[in-house]
């Protein structure tokens, strides 16, 4: 009697553990399969197979996304806090007409003229922690807010031209390569790996994770809430800062239009990010992922002869499905953990 009982329970637990395990693969493969996929679709089958793996085309998507892939850092960094900071590719924008106006206006050394720039990202993002921590504002309107009055002044500094006369040097050194890879590339992966591990593998890491996952139970648990918020916007604008001197380093000028340009391809990646690894959840490695997602699709698009439009629809309805996907993946995540329990019980 014991036994049929207990292989009835099994009987009724087991469709609950098959939904379960095919949403834990999902989360953790879903959007890494579908990277391989389009690489495959893209690149064996499409009329794009002989460009798309051509050394020219690869070189060319891992450079690209080194300035978006360190803006989609900056957003990671104080969204697992739950905080936006939509500024940053406007702090990228600052960094960027920095360094270029010094090194061609004023004929800075390229080391001071670097520092400045980051140091001013610095400032913005200190001006963003201070309205958001200290006067309690909501951080996607003061980010939002900040963003366009950033690139305002951008504008009106500049006057709308491209800041050119930046040492060849400069340029040449973002045109170059380490064992046969773009440089801004591996910019980007050391810059991923000290954010990883600093939200990852460090105290104030996971206070940071704790205070998004609830901050009101951070706050009672002793964690400085607002103090750990207002570092994390001091690093965003620091990695967007780097951002920033980056684009100077690659186009070897700076345009005041063309850091906003990166904000939608960083956002939907971070966005992708969090329907892998932990669901939900913003994190380095899906934002990496989402990365190069959004740039094989539109540059494979590119190759097929898509307009130019292509790449904003294509960002915007990545975003949309994004977010929609990893709430979906989050509710059914959590019933079927309830589930499980009360099974258990």
């Known amino acids: 009697m014991l036994s049929e009982l207990v292989e009835a329970k099994n009987d009724r637990e087991a469709p609950s553990r098959a939904r379960w395990s095919s949403v ?23 009329p794009t197979s002989r460009l798309f793996f051509s050394p020219p085309n690869i070189q060319n998507i891992l450079a690209n996304q ?24 406007a702090i ?6 920095t360094m270029a106006s010094l090194l061609a206006t004023d004929q800075v050394p390229i080391g001071i003229a670097m520092l400045v720039a980051v140091l001013l990202a610095l400032v913005a993002g200190i001006v963003n922690a201070t309205l958001i921590t ?12 900040t963003y366009v009055l950033i690139n305002g002044i951008l504008l009106a500094y ?16 973002g045109a170059g390569q380490w064992l046969g890879i773009a440089r801004p590339f591996w910019l980007l992966v050391l810059a991923a790996a000290i954010v990883w591990y600093l939200l990852n593998q460090t105290p104030f890491g996971r206070k940071l994770a704790a205070i998004g996952s609830n901050r009101s139970a951070a706050g009672l648990a002793g964690i400085g809430v607002k103090r750990h918020v207002f570092i994390a916007y001091m690093l965003g604008a620091l990695v967007a800062g780097v951002a920033g001197v980056l684009l100077t380093v690659r186009s070897g000028s700076a345009d005041a239009a063309s850091a906003p340009s990166f904000l939608f391809p960083a956002l939907a990646a971070v966005f992708l990010g969090q329907t892998t ?60 953990a309830k ?5 258990a019980t």
């Open 277 to 336: 690894t932990k669901s939900g959840y913003p994190n380095v490695v899906g934002a990496m992922i989402g990365v190069f997602f959004v740039a094989i699709a539109v540059n494979g698009f590119t190759l097929l002869g898509a307009q130019n439009w292509i790449t904003q629809v294509f960002n915007g309805g990545v975003l949309v499905l994004a977010v929609a996907f990893s709430k979906v993946m989050v509710r059914v995540r959590d019933r079927n």
């Open 158 to 173: 500049t006057g709308g031209r491209v800041v050119q006369g930046v040492p060849a040097s400069i340029g040449n050194w």
């Open 134 to 145: 200290t006067l309690d504002l909501d951080p996607f309107i003061v980010t939002l807010g």
């Open 92 to 97: 990228a924008g600052i960094s960027s007409v």
């Open 24 to 46: 834990n693969f999902a989360e953790k493969y879903g959007l890494g399969g579908l990277l391989v996929l389009m690489i495959l679709v893209f690149g064996l089958f499409a």
């Open 66 to 89: 080194s300035v978006t892939g360190l803006i989609a850092l900056a957003m990671v960094i104080t969204l697992v806090a739950g905080y936006f900071d939509i500024s940053v590719a």
């Open 339 to 343: 589930k499980r329990n009360g099974m």
